[in-house]
């Protein structure tokens, strides 16, 4: 096990020695995403925009009690950021395979690559995103200090769910696919644009079983509700331990080796 994790963070580090690569080719995938439109890359902007005001608009009554531009507004941008990484990371090496065969690059380049992609189409939304929160009549409060780690556990998390989602993507081709219509449904048994509400019931199962909604838990609860939910951060934190664990083995034993798989 020594050994599969030295492996793997031999890979991480040389891939850090080439941060220069992968931030400019994602910073260029961003781009070239969409090249010639007239919007540019205020396209991720205004897809937020988009479909936050519609959610808003249409269930707003649906949630008494409760900020519901301010609890939609970080749900759906947290929700972003997580579906853009599983639907992506299924097909990562497999999108990737011409470099990967054809160049001698650490593995972890098309990771860090794929996540740093994710995070500054994040970060395009997260501008509409703020004016949203500050307009809704939301008060900055001291719990709200706690976004910032949350932020930093959000990019570590994403690296490991991608070499976790990524490998099993290679070894088994249908993955991709279960991942993609499982976040269909995933978007709506998540509480995103519903509230949980006192009762106990379906949703109540829903809301604390799921573990995406904790990772959602984390940025809204400081916002939305002005206290840092202990019991989510323990949730996450157990989870992403678990699975960076997962994945430094897997990136340590298969690193070498995916090129023969692809």
């Known amino acids: 096990m020594l050994q599969l994790l030295q492996r793997a963070f031999a890979d ?9 690569v992968w931030m400019a080719l994602a910073s260029e995938d961003v781009a070239d995403s969409h090249r010639d439109t007239l919007l540019g890359r205020l396209w ?17 009554r649906t949630a008494p009690g409760v900020n519901f531009t301010a609890y939609v507004a970080v749900g759906y941008l947290v929700w972003q950021f997580i579906s853009e990484t599983l639907t992506q990371s299924a097909s990562l090496f497999i999108r990737e395979a011409g470099f990967i065969q054809g160049t001698v690059m650490p593995i972890s380049i098309y990771v860090l690559r ?29 719990a709200m200090l706690s976004i910032v780690p949350a932020i930093l556990l959000l ?10 989602f990524a490998f099993a993507g290679v070894f088994f081709r249908d993955f991709q696919h279960i991942v993609s219509n499982s976040m269909r449904l995933l978007m709506f048994i998540t509480p995103i644009f519903w509230v949980r509400g006192d009762g106990g019931g379906l949703r109540g199962l ?35 331990a678990g699975m960076s664990v997962a994945a430094l083995l897997l990136l340590g034993k298969f690193n070498r080796r995916i090129v023969f798989w692809l």
């Open 12 to 20: 991480i580090g040389a891939a850090f020695k080439l941060k220069g």
């Open 206 to 240: 829903l809301y604390h079983w799921n573990p995406l909604t904790h990772y959602i838990e984390i940025l809204r609860q400081p916002v939305v509700g002005g206290g840092v939910p202990l019991s989510s951060w323990a949730i996450v934190l157990a989870c992403t």
């Open 114 to 142: 794929q996540t740093m992609r994710t995070a500054i189409r994040s970060a395009y939304a997260l501008i509409g995103a703020v004016p949203l929160i500050l307009f809704s009549g939301i008060e900055i409060n001291t």
């Open 44 to 60: 991720p902007l205004l897809n937020y925009l988009l479909f936050t005001g519609i959610i808003i608009f249409i269930f707003d």
């Open 155 to 164: 990019l570590v998390t994403a690296p490991a769910v991608a070499i976790l």
